[in-house]
């Protein structure tokens, strides 16, 4: 067997653009060893607020070399025209596309009200007694009108149309708190409410599908020492 004179040519183009590929990624890793330069991250406002803003002040003491700009935004923005590093998204999956998303944490979403609810309008004994409650709806959760919950029996689905619905978790978990009824939060924004009483867990045995954190970067040549080091950070968190 033998080249063709088209094959030699598309061989050693190719292999030009991949020594050349090689190379930028050596520069990139040899001028990346020192965490310095500009961070942009992006992330949703409440995952933002309760678990980033929270481990930032030790990060950047750790590296106070390092600019940092933390954008919060609850839908997901374009990394490439925003100019960001890192975005983190929580999701049950991440779509195919030219963006490179690495799993690092995962999120675990159950059922809620508060104490003064459920003294007032009752607590479902089964799923399908969600039906006949007032419902707190996410407005950019997959689930806002059918849940999809995992219990001990198997899987039970339920329709919905939640009479009230809102764009951040945080909020949310303040409708509740305040007894306008039954809804589902992930574990970063129910914790601490739920130690302090404010939030009890509604049919503790079921919860809907764990959805994922992704941190997402454009391509791997995003993941240079700076966004290294903020992810590490915040898996420690994550683990913590």
């Known amino acids: 067997m033998s080249l063709t004179d088209a094959g030699r040519l598309y061989y050693d183009e190719a292999s030009g653009i991949l020594d050349a590929v090689t190379g930028v990624e050596r520069r990139i890793r040899d001028g990346a060893g020192a965490v310095r330069g500009h961070l942009k991250v992006n992330a949703s406002s409440s995952f ?5 803003a929270p481990i930032l002040p030790a990060f950047l003491e750790a590296y106070p070399d390092l ?5 919060m935004d609850d839908r997901v923005v374009d990394m490439v025209e925003g100019g960001f590093d890192v975005s983190l998204r929580i999701r049950a999956a991440m779509p195919d ?22 003294a007032r309008a009752g607590t479902p004994h089964s799923p399908q007694e969600i039906a006949q409650h007032r419902v707190v709806g996410f407005l950019l959760a997959d689930h806002l009108t059918r849940w999809a919950l995992h219990g001990p029996s198997g899987t039970a689905t339920i329709g919905l149309d939640p009479p009230v619905r809102v764009g951040n978790s945080l909020v949310l978990r303040d409708l509740l708190i305040a007894g306008q009824g039954i ?4 574990d970063f924004v129910s914790a601490e409410a739920e130690a302090r009483g404010d939030l009890v867990r509604v049919l503790p045995d079921w919860e809907l599908p764990a959805p994922e954190i992704f941190a997402v970067t454009a391509s791997r040549l995003s993941m240079d020492a700076k966004v290294t080091a903020f992810l590490d950070h915040l898996r420690a968190a994550l683990r913590r």
């Open 48 to 52: 933002g607020q309760t678990v980033i």
């Open 183 to 186: 809804g589902t939060l992930p």
């Open 97 to 118: 596309s030219a963006l490179v998303a690495k799993k690092i944490g995962t999120i675990r979403q159950r059922i809620f009200a508060s104490p003064a609810y459920l």
């Open 67 to 71: 600019r940092l700009t933390l954008s």
